[in-house]
Structure formats: C-alpha cells, structure tokens
C-alpha cells in the first residue's frame, strides 16, 4: 500500500523532555542518571528502567484518564506521544511481554517558546485498544511514551487493575488531577504516500496486518498536513 512515509511535520531544535505519569500513579522515580544508569533511566524499554510494581492503580474496565507531565521544553520544542497498553505475566520482570497495544492515535506536542516549564496534560477517556476488553480484577499496564527530537524514546508506566466504572477504588478524576496546561500546545500528524508499494510486492500477510492496524490509527495515507492549534 504504501513504502514510505513522511511526517508531515518539521522539527527544529533538539529536545531534553522527560515524562512524569500523574495519572493514574507511576511505577516510580525513573529521571535518574548515575553510574548504573549513565544514559539516563527512562531512555529504557518498555518502562524507563522500572520493574513491575505491586502498588497498582484501579482503573475503568471501560477506560479512563491518563494524565502526565511530559516534560520541560524549552524553545520551539516538540515531541510525539504514544500511550500504549501491555497485559500478562509471561515478561522477564512477571509482567506484559510487550507494550505492543496502542490506546490512542499518536500526537505531537508543542513546548512554550519560553523555557524550561513544567506543564501537565490529561486525557479524561483514553480507551482500551481496539477490539480488546478486560474484567474487573485483571492487571495491565499502561506505558507512556515521548519520542524526542532526535528520535529516542522516553519510557514511562503505571501498572493498573482494572475496576468497574463507578467502583470507589479508582481515584476520581477532576480538575486538580486532569487538566491541561495553557502553556502545551498540541498538534495532529499525518503521513503522505511518496511512493506506493510496486503491484509486484509480495506482501506477508503479518505485514498488510500491520498497515491495516495503521489505518485504524489514522495514518490514511491521503494528507500532508499539519494542524498546530494550543489550548
Ligand atoms: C509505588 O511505589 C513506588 C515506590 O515506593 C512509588 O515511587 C510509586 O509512586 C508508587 N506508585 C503508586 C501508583 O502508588
Ligand atoms: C542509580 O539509581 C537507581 C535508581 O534509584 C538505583 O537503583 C541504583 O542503585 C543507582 N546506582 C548507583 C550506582 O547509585
Ligand atoms: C494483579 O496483581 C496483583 C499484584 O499487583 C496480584 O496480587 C494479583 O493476584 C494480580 N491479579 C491477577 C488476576 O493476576
Ligand atoms: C504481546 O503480548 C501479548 C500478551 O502476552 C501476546 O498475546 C502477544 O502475542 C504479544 N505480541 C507479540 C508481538 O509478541
Ligand atoms: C476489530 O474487529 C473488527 C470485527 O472483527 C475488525 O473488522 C477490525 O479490523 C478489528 N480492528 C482491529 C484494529 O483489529
Ligand atoms: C481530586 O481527586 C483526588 C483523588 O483522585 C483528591 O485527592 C482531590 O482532593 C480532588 N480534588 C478536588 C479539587 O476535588
Ligand atoms: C487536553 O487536550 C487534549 C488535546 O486537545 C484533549 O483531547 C483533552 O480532552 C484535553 N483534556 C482536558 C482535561 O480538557
């Protein structure tokens, strides 16, 4: 269907974000750099260099808020965001293999011209992945995560169980804990087609999955457009 894409969006400077998840609570302090972790801890997959923690969250079975910080930005500066969902115990650290289930279509985000600033953002419904469903009790976590400038991840989790809606165990959301700074602007992506894959590619069947699954993300190859709008 399509060989190459091009985001539709030009990025300047480089960034030196870092996300803090505040809703629901993170697995811990990752924005470490030492000796064990001279790269810095969040740089690591799946989870910013944090193991599974038992202190876990309750969360909608129907979905719910995601808020955090993603970071201090300073000039022009940009990330995109992803926030994907891992489930199962059969990972090195007891929990999801993979972080492979996205919740949301990725976004750009847009730092303040002036900085460095703290600012916060919230989803109040990020739904589970598509064509997924869990029951009350079950565990999964939710990752977080911001591509810099240069095209390196920050790694970011909370580990949730999953309540019905209503349930008194799911801290409420409101506007102390779900609200978007006037200093983060956001920015819708798209792709544009460059080149469509020749008649002749023998496409494995995992990989027309793949594009169908990007489809669904939004990534309709049609668009070279990008929507800068701050709230
Ligand atoms: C879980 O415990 C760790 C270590 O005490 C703490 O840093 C983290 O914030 C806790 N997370 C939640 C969701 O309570
Ligand atoms: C670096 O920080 C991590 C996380 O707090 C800690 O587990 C580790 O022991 C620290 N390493 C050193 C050498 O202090
Ligand atoms: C969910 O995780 C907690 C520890 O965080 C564990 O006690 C519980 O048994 C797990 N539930 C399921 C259904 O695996
Ligand atoms: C990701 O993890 C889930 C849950 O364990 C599993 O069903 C799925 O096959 C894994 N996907 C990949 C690509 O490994
Ligand atoms: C969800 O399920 C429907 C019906 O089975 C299917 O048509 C659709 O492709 C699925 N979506 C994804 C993203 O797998
Ligand atoms: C918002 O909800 C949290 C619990 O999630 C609570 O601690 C806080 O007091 C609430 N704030 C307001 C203004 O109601
Ligand atoms: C924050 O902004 C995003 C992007 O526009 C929006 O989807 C979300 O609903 C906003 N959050 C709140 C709490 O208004």
Redesign the pocket.
């Given at each position: 269907m399509l060989s190459s894409i091009l985001l539709a969006v030009i990025t300047s400077t480089l960034a030196a974000a870092h996300t803090i998840i505040t809703y629901p609570g993170w697995r811990g302090d990752n924005l470490i750099t030492n000796s064990t972790w001279p790269y810095g801890m969040q740089w690591t997959y799946p989870c910013g260099g944090i193991q599974?923690?038992?202190?876990?969250s309750y969360w909608p079975t129907t979905g719910g808020a995601v808020a955090f910080q993603p970071g201090w930005f300073q000039g022009h500066q940009t990330a995109f965001l992803y926030i994907n969902l891992g489930f199962g115990?059969t990972g090195p650290d007891g929990g999801p293999e993979n972080m492979s289930f996205p919740m949301i279509a990725p976004f750009q985000i847009l730092g303040p011209s002036k900085g460095p600033y703290p600012g916060t953002m919230c989803l109040p419904q990020v739904p589970l992945p598509s064509n997924m469903s869990f029951n009350a009790?079950?565990?999964a976590t939710i990752q977080v995560v911001e591509i810099a400038q240069h095209g390196a991840a920050l790694f970011s989790c909370a580990?949730i169980?999953f309540a019905e809606p209503g349930d008194e165990r799911i801290a409420k959301v409101n506007e102390s804990n779900c609200f978007n700074s006037t200093d983060i602007g956001f920015a819708e992506i798209y792709t544009v087609t460059t080149k469509e894959i020749g008649d002749a590619a023998n496409i494995p069947t995992s990989a027309a999955t793949l594009w169908s699954a990007w489809s669904w993300l939004g990534y309709l190859p049609v668009i070279a457009c990008s929507l800068w709008f701050s709230i």
């Open positions: 599974l923690t038992t202190n876990r115990t009790g079950d565990n580990d169980t």
